[in-house]
């Protein structure tokens, strides 16, 4: 008789089923829960296990703590605060002024601010071409404000060609950091906005130049423009060469 139909026996005669020592055979009751013999902790499989009675103190589910952001929320809050400068800048000009003036470059700011900071979490999809299209077009609004409350002729020539140098350059790499056919990394990102703001910086000295007619040389830019570009070079390189940026952390200790 082999020993599984043996223990089957004894439970029939009412007899429990044994434990023995893992380590050295001995025989061991049912109460043990070391050997006697050599100390090693007893392991029976067969044992039944006691059940705990379950404490009504504990919850029946598990509740999983929501990390979405409310959208809407963060928006009315935010539209809620830039609300308070505005109302406080628009009666304090009232009252000295007796009417709107400065003010307005206040207001202009905030509402700049509103369209870009708050107004894309009203919607429920990142459009950010769309968002970053209409940005854009309210950075030239603000810009021709200013000119036309200050009474300068100079939006045309110098306001309008820079601010929309800014937006060109947001909108390429807006479209390059949101396409869905190509995720572009972390360096090659970095890379980009260097090269980006080394031309940005290139174009405004090209505008201010044409603005005062003077020699359309780049001077002064070249000391932006070439640490930009060195250094978007470098970002290039070090996002292809994985084992030579793998030995910079290493000596960085990142």
């Known amino acids: 008789m082999n020993k599984r139909n043996h223990t089957k026996l004894n439970e029939r005669n009412g007899h429990k089923s044994m434990s023995y020592c893992v380590n050295c055979g001995v025989e061991l009751a049912s109460a043990e829960k070391k050997c006697p013999l050599c100390g090693v902790a007893v392991i029976n499989p067969a044992a039944s296990v006691p059940e705990l009675p379950v404490s009504k103190s ?37 009252i000295t002024g007796g009417g709107l003036s400065w003010s307005l470059y206040v207001i202009g700011a905030l509402f700049l601010l509103f369209v870009c900071g708050a107004l894309p979490f009203f919607f429920p999809k990142n459009r950010f071409f769309l968002f970053m299209t209409f940005d854009g077009l309210v950075l030239m609004g603000y810009v021709f404000l200013i000119a036309f409350i200050s009474g300068g002729d100079w939006f045309l020539p110098l306001g309008l060609p820079i601010s929309g ?8 790499l807006t479209t390059l950091f949101c396409g869905k056919k190509h995720r572009v990394a972390g360096l090659s990102k970095l890379a980009a906005v260097l090269f980006a703001s080394g031309l940005l910086t290139v174009s405004i000295e090209l505008i201010l130049d ?45």
């Open 58 to 94: 504990y919850p029946t589910r598990m509740e999983m703590i929501s990390r979405k952001i409310d959208r809407k929320y963060f928006a009315s809050l935010a539209s809620i605060l830039l609300m308070i400068p505005l109302l406080i800048t628009v009666i304090v000009d009232l």
């Open 165 to 172: 140098s800014v937006v060109l350059l947001a909108l390429g």
């Open 210 to 254: 044409a603005y005062l007619k003077g020699p359309i040389i780049p001077k002064w830019s070249l000391y932006a423009f070439v640490p930009c570009v060195f250094l978007g070079l470098c970002a290039a390189v070090l996002q292809h060469r994985r084992n030579f940026k793998e030995q910079i952390k290493k000596r960085l200790f990142f």
